[in-house]
């Protein structure tokens, strides 16, 4: 069963629900999109029964999961979907695989009046719950965290404008260590059993200590193979503590001298804005047949022959100063590549971003990454 929402759905995500006939949420986003295609449209009474009969059930975007709350709210998997979405109690949650990792839950009312000269820095401010345009903080100083504040406080001002303070000033804050390390992001679903399956490994590639962006993150061979044994201890142990069965998730975790800490799980859905597809354009695994069939890659014979190559996916974000007439040179960008394997061309003003790229590059050809991972890409606006 899928659930497709904005903002965005790829072509290779709709053909394959055209060739494959699942069943897909009838919605005015998802009948727009289909944009001549015939998908297995079902209305909501039919999606709900599919979910409480057993089927698997994939979602496109985290806006689809207010349907999730609204038609199996009683379920073990909205409960799974809930502790997810709340940071604060997904490290409740796995606290004892977490030992010593500074967590603490701060109402917003509290936050101004909170004392931290004498925490370890550098810390992490952070809504537990995404609210509205609340953001996230990296505290390393008392400066720092006096302007966090200050930003947080405006924030909470406007939304109060728009809502009642009562539901404003419940809202709950999550100071959390920072995490340092190595960065990555997996593609798992947890099977019939609980054992874990993974799809991909991407590695987060950054320019400088300083960067935040997610510009670059890439796999090959060596990413997949480093990594799958250590990350499917950690997910066997994370489940020992959630309880998931037959569920997909997106994790961000990082790796510092051995120990992997989670930053957060993406609940019923894959890396976002369908960029999930890179699996399956570098390695031939299709990531949503996989889990709604409860497929097993064979990474043994799929990284055969994939030596020396790393296949990335770059985030064209729009510049902070965008002009409005400005438009992206797109043939100049695929033509600093050794290799397209898909460029995806966002033409909306309510997407922060150009679009996507997909490439295949070998060590010879590595400068490519390094010069698009520094780029502001002002160099191909016209």
Same mark, same amino acid.
């Not at 709340?86 to 917003?108: Q, S, W, Y």
């Not at 020992?240 to 990082?254: I, N």
């Given at each position: ?22 069943? &897909? ?42 349907? &999730? ?66 953001? &996230? ?215 922060? &971003? ?29």
């Amino acid at each position: 069963m899928i659930l497709l929402d904005r903002p965005y759905v790829s072509d290779h995500l709709l053909d394959y629900l055209a060739a494959s006939g699942q069943a &897909v949420l009838s919605t005015p986003f998802t009948r727009a999109k289909a944009a001549g295609r015939v998908l297995n449209l079902v209305d909501d009474a039919e999606a709900e029964r599919r979910c409480r009969a057993g089927e698997r059930l994939y979602t496109s975007s985290e806006n689809a999961l207010d349907w &999730v709350q609204a038609h199996l709210g009683d379920l073990p998997l909205a409960r799974h979907v809930a502790v997810m979405k709340d940071k604060a109690a997904l490290r409740r949650t796995l606290a004892p695989i977490c030992p010593g990792f500074l967590f603490r839950e701060v109402p917003a009312a509290e936050l101004a009046g909170l004392d931290v000269t004498d925490w370890p820095k550098p810390f992490v401010l952070k809504p537990s719950v995404g609210f509205f345009s609340l953001g &996230v903080h990296t505290v390393a100083s008392m400066e720092d965290w006096h302007a966090a504040v200050s930003a947080v406080e405006k924030s909470l001002h406007e939304q109060r404008q728009a809502f009642p303070a009562s539901v404003v000033d419940q809202s709950t804050f999550l100071i959390e260590a920072y995490i340092q390390g190595d960065e990555f992001a997996v593609d798992v679903y947890f099977d019939g059993q609980g054992e874990p399956v993974i799809l991909n490994i991407f590695a987060h590639r950054f320019a400088s200590l300083s960067d935040v962006s997610d510009r670059l993150y890439y796999t090959s061979k060596d990413v997949i193979e480093q990594n799958k044994p250590r990350f499917e201890a950690f997910f066997r142990q994370a489940n020992a503590l959630m309880g998931v069965r037959d569920f997909p998730a997106h994790v961000e975790l990082r790796v510092q001298d051995g120990r992997i800490l989670p930053i957060e799980f993406n609940a019923l859905r894959f890396a976002g804005l369908c960029t999930t597809d890179l699996a399956d354009l570098a390695y031939g695994i299709n990531t949503i047949d996989f889990y709604l069939n409860d497929r097993r890659p064979d990474f043994d014979t799929v990284l055969r022959g994939r030596e020396g190559k790393t296949y990335s996916m770059i985030i064209l974000d729009k510049p902070a100063s965008l002009p409005p007439s400005a438009r992206f040179d797109y043939d100049a960008l695929a033509a600093r590549f050794q290799r397209v394997l898909e460029l995806r061309r966002l033409d909306s003003p309510d997407l922060p &971003v150009f679009g996507f790229l997909f490439t295949e590059t070998d060590a010879s050809h590595a400068g490519q990454l390094d010069a698009i991972l520094r780029s502001d890409l002002t160099e191909f606006l016209r």
